[in-house]
């Protein structure tokens, strides 16, 4: 167990120094592409381009995963690909280039998410499931909010975007010597897999299930940019609180995670039905509320933001079976991405309608996973 748990917080490292990397550069993208000339149609192509093909690409590589057995190789692929064009957007002297550089990076993550969640579920099959992505979601989600205070630094003692682009490449070298790390003490983490006890007898038909669980929370689910527009639109709070608004999310999302993590591996199934409808109250706290109601309001965001990222990810590792698990990471991360995408479209589109409809939607669209998860709960 202790060779399990230090694989995961080796994995949790990666993820803390590569989200500072990554999260960092996404703060400044926006106003560095305005500074290059880029329109804000292309600034919004590009972001809505790059974090599609992040999750279509997922599927090939988890495909690929799977038949290879390759799974040390694809996630290097993807960490390199997904760090290494960080800085070099330091060096992109027009918006094209500098547009390809942030699609490729959003790329790299894609690729490599689906076998390094096969990894870690090898692990967690010893420490729990749920505790064990819940620690390597805390780990990152600490990088989250490290990256961009590390550029606010940065442009704090008045250096520019090209010098905060680089100054992210110390901890992309980080993550990626930390995974040579992990690499070398654990060449082989399938040896980490302890068997399950009694396997599902029908994961196919639970699986299925499970992504119409998926398709709602995600259609359910406001992306928070929208949230801090609405929070400067109705002049709920100042400029500088709603980053600092979005900080508390990620602090929430990562104690949530932990704290949710651990109980699914008690109780299963019946703690993210209780995820779940905590972290429905967040649209009507957040858009229908006043100050105090809109904080709990990011708060119950960042608990289901927390949820998502760990129960969502172990649940997936105690249905399937562990030569099966790359394939099924890919779907869940597909049909995830698209759904959070579909959502996030249709809720702008009910802002400019009538806020009550947004919250409505919101609301419906996510406790109608509620009956799916109960029946899953009696199947497994």
Known sequence: MKRAGKFIILLGLVS?????????????????LLMLGASATMVGFASGL??????????????????????????F??????????????????????????ILE????????????????????????????????????VGAILGPLMVFLVLYFRGGYRTGFTFLGLP???????????????PSPHELEVGRAEPLRSPGSVFWLYLGVVCLIGVGYADFPLIGYHFKNVMLFGDFMIPVLYALAMLVDA???????????YYGFKVMIVSVILSSLFAPLAFLGG?????????????????????????????????????????????????????????????????LALVIFSVIMQLLAVPLLIRIEKSV
């Open 255 to 265: 104690l949530s995670a932990l704290l949710f993590g651990k109980f699914f591996d």
């Open 172 to 186: 992309a070298v980080f993550a990626i010597l930390t995974l040579v790390v992990a690499y070398f003490l654990f």
């Open 50 to 75: 790059g974090e599609l093909s992040g999750y279509i690409i997922r599927l090939f590589s988890g495909y690929v995963a799977d038949k290879t057995r390759r799974y040390w190789l694809i996630t």
């Open 291 to 355: 100050v105090l109601a809109a904080v709990f309001g990011v708060i119950l965001w960042g608990v289901g933001m927390g949820a998502q990222e760990s129960i969502m990810r172990a649940a997936i590792a105690r249905i399937i079976p562990s030569d099966r698990r790359g394939s099924a990471y890919g779907i869940f991360n597909l049909l995830f991405g698209f759904s959070w995408f579909l959502g996030s479209l249709f809720m702008g589109i009910f802002y400019e309608i009538s806020l």
């Open 106 to 141: 959003r790329i790299g993550k894609g690729f490599r998410t689906p076998a390094r969640d096969v990894m870690l579920s090898y692990a967690t099959s010893q420490v729990g499931h749920g505790w064990g992505f819940g620690i390597h979601e805390a780990l990152d989600q």
């Open 16 to 32: 803390l120094f590569a989200d500072m990397t990554y999260e960092g550069a996404r703060g400044i993208t926006g106003p560095f």
């Open 77 to 102: 692929t993807g960490y390199i690909m997904n760090l290494v064009v960080v800085p070099l957007l330091a060096l992109a002297f027009n918006w094209q280039l500098a547009i390809l550089l942030i």
